[in-house]
C-alpha cells in the first residue's frame, strides 16, 4: 500500500485502529499471534547438537581419540572406554560452558532491545518494540530511535534522520498531511517513519503500518543480519600466546616420548602417555574459560545495574584512568527542587523538598501569597504554562509487614519542568485550572542549540501569547522589555546588569537558574517558527533550583581517586553552579580549573591538550564540546569513559574508550553508540562496573596462572623422571582424569571470585599491559617447577620404601600432584601470597576443591575404578606424605613473599 498517499481516517480504516484509546491489549494479543512480534529475522543459530560435536574438533582431541582407538585393537578396552569417557565429560563440561555464554550474550540483547510509546485502553505506555503491531498509535519524541513503519498524523518540528535506509545524512522534516504525489523513493515520503531510523528533533504521533519483516529495513534485512563476533583485545593476545603453549607442550611432550623410548619403555605406552600430557598440557580451553569469565563479570554487572553492550569494554574497564560524568541525575539525584525565585527585583525562598507539593514563600521571615504578587504569579503559572512534565502519586508500603502505607511523587518528563511544575503547585496553581484557562496552540520543543522552550497560548478573550522558557542568558538576549515593581518597562543596560547579579548570586549557591519571559501577539501575527515566536520577550523572572547530589556519589568519587582515577564534571550548568556542587562532591580541588563553552570555543585543540589534566569542570558545554573533550583526553594518554543520553552526545559516547549511557534519561542513539548502559544513570554503579571490570581481569589472571602453573608441574613430573632415568610416574588415564578434575571446576571457580581488598587502591592498568606483567611469568614457572619437584619426590620415596609396587608410588604420585594443584588454587586468589586471602571466601571455589578430592577419593578407594586408573588405596603414612608434599609449594613460597612483603 501506498501508505503517504492516504488520508488520516483512509489510514485508521486501513490498519483496524479501534477509536480514540488507541488498541485494547487483547486486539494486540490477537494481532501479536497473527502477523508476529516486530522483530526483523535473524541468521541461523548453530543447534545445539552441532554446538556439541564442534567441542571435539580440536586437534589434540582427535589425536587421542585416534590412540584410544589404537588401545581398543590391541585389547587395551578398559584403558581405551576411560579415554572416551573423559573426552566427554570434558565435552559436556565445554558444551555447558558455550551455552552459558551464549544465553548471557542473548539476556544482553533483550535488556537493551528499544522500547516504543504506544497508545493502548487510552493510556500511554512504553512497551519494547517487538511487541508493537500494526494499528497501534504511537508517539516519537527527539532520540528515539524508529522500531517500525509509521504514517504520521501529527508532528511538531519533526525530523528524521534516515541514513540508515536511505543514504541521506541529513535529517528530513516530516509532516503528517497526505502527499498526491505518485511513486514517491523512500527519502521523498515526508509523512512516514521508518523502521531503524533516528528522531533528532521534535515529536510526532502516527499509526503504525507495518512491523518486522513487513517494514521498509526488512526488505533489506540481511544488512542487519551480518554481525560480527566480537574478539576482545585480551582474547586475541590468549588466542596468540595458546599457539605459543602449544608448540612449547609439544616439544616438551615429544621430548617425553622420546626419551622414554631411549631408555626403554614399551613405545605404545609412551605415545599414549605423550599424547595424554599434550592434551593436559595444552591450554585449549583458555580463550572458552576467558569468555565465560567475561560472561559471568557481566551478568555480576547487569545486578549491578551496568549492562554491558560491547565485551572490550569490561577489560577496557580495568584501564580507565579518567570519567567525565554528566552532573544531572548521574551525581545528583535528578530532583530538582527550586528553592528561589526572583521577580520584580524581589526575591523569595520557597520551602519543601523533592517532588512534594507543599511549601511555602517567604521573603525574610515573612510568608508570601504568590497569587497576590502578579509578577510572582505570572512567573510560577507561566513556569506551567510552557511544560510538559506530570506529577504523579503511588502508593508506597512500607515496615517489614508491610502495613505501613505512604504516597510517593514522581515526575513524569523533564526533571527541570518538573521543579517548575511543583513550584507552581506550591502557590496554588493546577494544570487542570490553567487549561480552563488558556489553550495551547503550538509548541517549539526545547534543543541544545536554542536552549529554550516556548508555547503559543490563546486565553479566554481569544488573546494569544508567546510563553518562553530557558537559560537565563539566552532569554535575555531575545528579550526587550521586563516586569520590574510591578510595571513593564525597557530591558535597560541598568536592569539587564541586575538581572546577570541575580543570576550570579544564584548560581555561587549552587542553584540552577531559568528564565521564564512572555510576548502578548498581534491579532494576524504568525509564528510557525521558532525564530519567529522567541523574540521581543517580556522578561518576568527567574527561577532558582537545586537538584541534591546522591548520597553515594561521595564515597564513589573519593574511591575513584584512590584508584588513580580522575572524576570530571561536565554540565550544562552555570559556570559558578556547577563549581560550587563540584566542590562539595570533591571533585574540584584546590588549584584545579574550571572553564565554560565559551572558553572551549576558543581555545585550539593543542592548547585544551596541554591544559586538560588541570581541568576539572567544564560548564555551560553543548554535547558538541565533549567530542573536543575526548579527544583532548586520549591525545594526553588517558583511557577515557564518558557519560551521556542525548542524541548529540553519541559522537563523544561513540570516541570514548568506554562510551557509557544513560538506561533511565538516555536516547536510543546514545545507547546504541555506548558500550556500557547504567540502568539507574548513577555515577555509584560506574565506579562499582570499574571495581567489577578490575575483578574481571585479575581472575583471568588467576585462573592463567592456575592452569598454567599445573600443566607447567605435570609436564615437568614426567620429564624430570625420563631424564633421570626412573620409571612412569603418571599413567596416561590419571593425566587425562587430573586434567578434568583440577582444571575445570576449580578454574571456573576462580573466575567467580571476589575482589581483593586493594582492587580500587591501585592505579589503572596500562592498556598495553601483557597479560604476565607484574611477576606472573615467573610465578607459573616457579609454582609449577616446584608441583612437579615434590610430585616427583613423593613418587620417589614410595618407590623407595615399597621397590616391587610401582602401582603404588604411581597413586602417590597422582595425589600428590593433584592436592598440590588444589592447594595452589588458593594462592592463585591473591598477587601476593595464599596468607593474605580468607581461603573460604569465595564459596564455589571451596565447594569445586571439595568435590575434585571426592573424586579422586572415589578413584582411589572405590574398587571398579582402581582398575581403571591404576590405583591402589593409600595408608595414613603416604597420606602424611602426601599432604606434607603438596603444601610445600604453597605454604613455602607464599611464605617466602609474604616475609619479602613485611
Not at 507495518?210 to 551480518?226: V, Y
Not at 606472573?776 to 616446584?786: D, E, N, P, T, Y
Amino acid at each position: 500500500m501506498k501508505w503517504y498517499q492516504m488520508g488520516e481516517e483512509e489510514v485508521k480504516k486501513a490498519t483496524g485502529v479501534l477509536g480514540a484509546d488507541g488498541l485494547p491489549q487483547r486486539e494486540v494479543d490477537k494481532r501479536l499471534k497473527r502477523v508476529g512480534f516486530n522483530k526483523l529475522d535473524e541468521g541461523e543459530s548453530v543447534s545445539a547438537l552441532i554446538l556439541f560435536f564442534m567441542q571435539f574438533k580440536d586437534f589434540m582431541v582427535l589425536v587421542l581419540l585416534a590412540a584410544t582407538l589404537i588401545s581398543g585393537l590391541l585389547g587395551e578396552y578398559i584403558d581405551a572406554i576411560t579415554i572416551i569417557l573423559i573426552i566427554l565429560l570434558n565435552g559436556v563440561l565445554g558444551f555447558i560452558q558455550e551455552r552459558k555464554a551464549e544465553k548471557s550474550l542473548s539476556a544482553l540483547k533483550e535488556l537493551s532491545a528499544p522500547q516504543m510509546v504506544v497508545l493502548r485502553d487510552g493510556k500511554w505506555l512504553k512497551v519494547p518494540a517487538a511487541t508493537v503491531v500494526p494499528g497501534d498509535v504511537v508517539k516519537l519524541t527527539s532520540g528515539d530511535r524508529v522500531g517500525a513503519d509509521i504514517r504520521l498524523l501529527e508532528t511538531a518540528s519533526l525530523r528524521i534522520e534516515e541514513s540508515s535506509l536511505t543514504g541521506e545524512s541529513l535529517p528530513v522534516h516530516k509532516h503528517g498531511d497526505r502527499m498526491e504525489q505518485t511513486d514517491l523513493q523512500l527519502g521523498d515520503q515526508a509523512n512516514m517513519a521508518f523502521m531503524g531510523t533516528l528522531v533528532t528533533e521534535g515529536q510526532g504521533i502516527g499509526i503504525v503500518v507495518a512491523t518486522g519483516m513487513k517494514t521498509e529495513m526488512g526488505k533489506i534485512a540481511h544488512l542487519l543480519q551480518t554481525t560480527e563476533t566480537v574478539i576482545t583485545p585480551l582474547q586475541r593476545k590468549l588466542e596468540q600466546l595458546g599457539k605459543v603453549l602449544i608448540a612449547v607442550a609439544l616439544l616438551l611432550t615429544a621430548m617425553v616420548v622420546v626419551i622414554g623410548v631411549i631408555q626403554g619403555h614399551d613405545a605404545y605406552t609412551m605415545f599414549l602417555a605423550g599424547v595424554s600430557l599434550a592434551v593436559a598440557a595444552i591450554p585449549e580451553g583458555l580463550p572458552a574459560i576467558v569468555t565465560v569469565a567475561l560472561a559471568l563479570g557481566v551478568q555480576r554487572m547487569i545486578k549491578r545495574r551496568a549492562i554491558v553492550r560491547k565485551l572490550p569494554a569490561v577489560e577496557t574497564l580495568g584501564c580507565a584512568s579518567v570519567i567525565c560524568s554528566d552532573k544531572t541525575g548521574t551525581l545528583t539525584q535528578n530532583k530538582m527542587t527550586v528553592t528561589q525565585v526572583w521577580a520584580s527585583g524581589e526575591t523569595w525562598h520557597v520551602s519543601g523538598t523533592g517532588y512534594e507539593p507543599h511549601g511555602l514563600f517567604t521573603k525574610g521571615k515573612k510568608e508570601t501569597d504568590p497569587k497576590r504578587h502578579r509578577s510572582l504569579h505570572l512567573l510560577l503559572s507561566y513556569g506551567l504554562l510552557c511544560n510538559n512534565s506530570q506529577l504523579k502519586q503511588r502508593t508506597v508500603k512500607k515496615g517489614m509487614l508491610k502495613t505501613k502505607e505512604s504516597t510517593a511523587y514522581h515526575i513524569e518528563g523533564d526533571p527541570t519542568e518538573g521543579a517548575l511544575l511543583v513550584a507552581a503547585m506550591k502557590a496554588g496553581f493546577s494544570r487542570e485550572q490553567l487549561d480552563r484557562q488558556f489553550k495551547r496552540l503550538k509548541e517549539f520543543p526545547f534543543e541544545s542549540t536554542r536552549k529554550m522552550m516556548s508555547v503559543v497560548v490563546e486565553n479566554e478573550k481569544g488573546q494569544r501569547f508567546v510563553v518562553a522558557k530557558g537559560a537565563p542568558d539566552v532569554i535575555l538576549q531575545v528579550s526587550k522589555k521586563i516586569r520590574y515593581r510591578g510595571e513593564q518597562e525597557a530591558l535597560t543596560p541598568k536592569r539587564r546588569e541586575e538581572v546577570e547579579r541575580t543570576i550570579q548570586t544564584m548560581a555561587s549557591q549552587a542553584l540552577r537558574t531559568i528564565a521564564v519571559a512572555y510576548r502578548p501577539l498581534r491579532p494576524n501575527e504568525s509564528v510557525d517558527e521558532a525564530y519567529e515566536a522567541e523574540c521581543d520577550l517580556t522578561f518576568i523572572g527567574l527561577q532558582g533550583m537545586i537538584d541534591p547530589p546522591r548520597e553515594e556519589v561521595f564515597d564513589s568519587i573519593e574511591e575513584c581517586r584512590q584508584a588513580g582515577i580522575k572524576t570530571v564534571m561536565i554540565t550544562g550548568d552555570h559556570r559558578l553552579t556547577a563549581a560550587a556542587i563540584a566542590k562539595k562532591l570533591g571533585i574540584l580541588p584546590a588549584g584545579g580549573k574550571v572553564i565554560d563553552g565559551t572558553e572551549l570555543n576558543h581555545l585550539t585543540d593543542r592548547r585544551l591538550t596541554e591544559m586538560v589534566d588541570q581541568i576539572y569542570v567544564y560548564a555551560r558545554v553543548s554535547p558538541e564540546h565533549k567530542l573536543k573533550i575526548v579527544k583532548a583526553m586520549q591525545e594526553r594518554g588517558h583511557i577515557v569513559a564518558m557519560t551521556g543520553d542525548g542524541v548529540n552526545d553519541a559522537p563523544a559516547i561513540k570516541a570514548a574508550n568506554i562510551g557509557i549511557a544513560m538506561g533511565i534519561t538516555g536516547t536510543d542513539v546514545a545507547k546504541e553508540a555506548s558500550s556500557l548502559i547504567l540502568s539507574d544513570d548513577n555515577f555509584a554503579t560506574i565506579r562499582a562496573a570499574i571495581r567489577e571490570g578490575r575483578n574481571i581481569y585479575d581472575n583471568i589472571r588467576k585462573f592463567i596462572r592456575y592452569m598454567l602453573a599445573s600443566n607447567v608441574g605435570e609436564i615437568l613430573v614426567m620429564l624430570f623422571a625420563m631424564l633421570l632415568g626412573m620409571p612412569l610416574p603418571l599413567v596416561a588415564t590419571q593425566i587425562l582424569w587430573i586434567n578434568l578434575v583440577t582444571d575445570g571446576l576449580p578454574a571456573m571457580a576462580l573466575g567467580m571470585d571476589q575482589p581483593e581488598g586493594n582492587v580500587m587502591k591501585r592505579p589503572p592498568r596500562h592498556p598495553r599491559e601483557g597479560i604476565f606483567a607484574r611477576g606472573l611469568a615467573w610465578k607459573i614457572v616457579s609454582r609449577g617447577f616446584m608441583i612437579g619437584v615434590v610430585t616427583l619426590a613423593a613418587f620417589w620415596l614410595t618407590l623407595q620404601a615399597n621397590p616391587d609396587d610401582l602401582t603404588r608410588a604411581q597413586s602417590v604420585a597422582f595425589v600428590t600432584l593433584v592436592m598440590a594443584q588444589l592447594i595452589h588454587v588458593f594462592d592463585c586468589r591473591s598477587e601476593y601470597s595464599v596468607f593474605h586471602r580468607n581461603p573460604f571466601e569465595n564459596k564455589y571455589l571451596v565447594l569445586a576443591v571439595l568435590s575434585s578430592v571426592l573424586l579422586m577419593l572415589i578413584v582411589i578407594y572405590y574398587p571398579p575404578l582402581q582398575q581403571v586408573f591404576h590405583t591402589v588405596p593409600l595408608t595414613g603414612r603416604e597420606w602424611l606424605l602426601i599432604i606434607g608434599m603438596a603444601a610445600i609449594p604453597t605454604v613455602v613460597l607464599g611464605g617466602f613473599r609474604l616475609l619479602k612483603a613485611k
